[in-house]
């Protein structure tokens, strides 16, 4: 089911508009005013969310996207994951396994922000699709690329509601998400995010891969020259 980012933008906006209009803060007590600015601030940083995925993708698409490559000790990307996917985790009951192996931790010189963009993006999708008392979980370990040159190989996987077959080619197509019956729950989003994290792995020379079962779950393995 193909999509548009702009019918998503329209759900957050009207939230804000609506909790920020004057029949809901006018007469409102404390308590009430509390809730509304909750609503509109996470509202707020939905939109932003789309917004940001949009313009990357812009820039991408006209290869404005420069690398910056510094080093990043893995021990800091560790604690960074431990502490952001590991909390998601924990509020939807879902087990988190994730292992770097001790000889790679001293680090690597890559472009900090959007390597964490990548695996944050996958990890937070990871969690997403799992349902409750599911399992999420990451390793990294040292392999040889495609091409070669020893690099790092990271394995994303959970046990959640997985994909299709006739969907799994269209994985990383912009604005492509797949419309399940079977799935009660509705999973936001713009359809840019694969897509996004196909084009930065690419741009660094990696290459990214995918499995996937319907209600097994997913597997994907990144694989970065370093």
Not at 91 to 116: L, P
Not at 153 to 171: L, T, V
């Amino acid at each position: 089911m193909k999509k548009r980012p702009w019918n998503d933008l329209r759900t957050p906006l009207n939230a804000v508009i609506a909790f920020s209009g004057s029949e809901f803060v006018e007469g409102a007590d404390e308590k009430q005013l509390r809730q509304c600015l909750q609503k509109v601030n996470s509202s707020g940083n939905y939109l932003l969310g789309i917004i940001n995925d949009v313009l990357d993708m812009s820039r991408i698409e006209q290869n404005r996207v420069k690398l910056n490559p510094e080093p990043y000790n893995l021990e800091d990307f560790e604690k960074l994951i431990r502490n952001l996917i590991g909390k998601l985790c924990a509020d939807k009951e879902i087990e988190f396994i994730m292992d770097i192996r001790n000889e790679i931790k001293s680090g690597i010189v890559v472009d900090i922000v959007r390597f964490n963009q990548i695996f944050m993006n996958l990890l937070s999708n990871a969690v997403k699709y799992t349902h409750q008392g599911g399992k999420v979980e990451f390793y990294v370990k040292e392999c040889n690329t495609s091409k070669k040159l020893k690099g790092l190989q990271f394995i994303i996987k959970d046990n959640g509601i997985g994909m299709s077959e006739e969907f799994i080619p269209h994985a990383f197509d912009r604005f492509q998400q797949e419309y399940r019956k079977d799935v009660k729950e509705k999973v936001e989003g713009t359809g840019l995010g694969l897509p996004i994290v196909k084009e930065l792995v690419k741009l660094m020379k990696g290459t990214i891969t995918l499995e996937s079962k319907l209600n097994e779950g997913s597997t994907f393995t990144v694989e970065l020259p370093f």
